[in-house]
């Protein structure tokens, strides 16, 4: 169960709910160069509110089979303003998530990330987590001071680990342990 979080500006961290289409398909619009440099190529397809629908319920099926909790920074009037996701959630002898996250271009440098990964966290501790990993590109520095500042410590560089903006990237590896 992920009881929702209150940001500051009334913004909401909570689960993505079904019926979030829209809202996810205009903030991707919205956000298309924003968010072009830092993440995979996309189709033109998956700024479409039925591809983004389609992506909520698969995301639903992963929280409900504990593979993932994906969540969403939500204002009052509707509008989606960023997401935080933690994936590939693996049990057993090594309990870890990937955490990614994206905040709105108007919203940037008010904290919001970092109080959104803080609340990410949380829900991972609850899901009974001992680690999440995240991966920036080598000059993401406001992705950097996020995860720093959240008490993630640097694990190495990892050479053309992503294919990120149509290239694989060199990403600097960090780890929370969450019992810290
Ligand atoms: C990275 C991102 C999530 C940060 O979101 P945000 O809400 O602006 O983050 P916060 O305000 O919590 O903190 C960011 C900090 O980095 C600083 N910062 C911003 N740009 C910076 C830069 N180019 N170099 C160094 N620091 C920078 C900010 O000033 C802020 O620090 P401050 O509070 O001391 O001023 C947002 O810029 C984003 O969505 N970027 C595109 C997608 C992305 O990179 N996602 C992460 C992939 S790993």
Redesign the pocket.
Known sequence: MISPIELDGGIELRAIARGDGAALAAAYERNRA??AP?EPERTPEFFSATVQEREVGASLRRLAEGTAIPLVLAEPAGRIVGRVNLSEVVRGVFLNAHL????DAE????????AAVGGALHFARRAGLHRVQ???LVH????Q??LERNGFTRIGLAPRYLRIAGDWRDHVLFQRLLED
């Open positions: 924003h968010l830092w990614g996250y994206w905040i919203l940037q440098g008010r904290g919001l990330a970092t995240a991966g920036t993401n520095s406001a992705s001071t996020v």
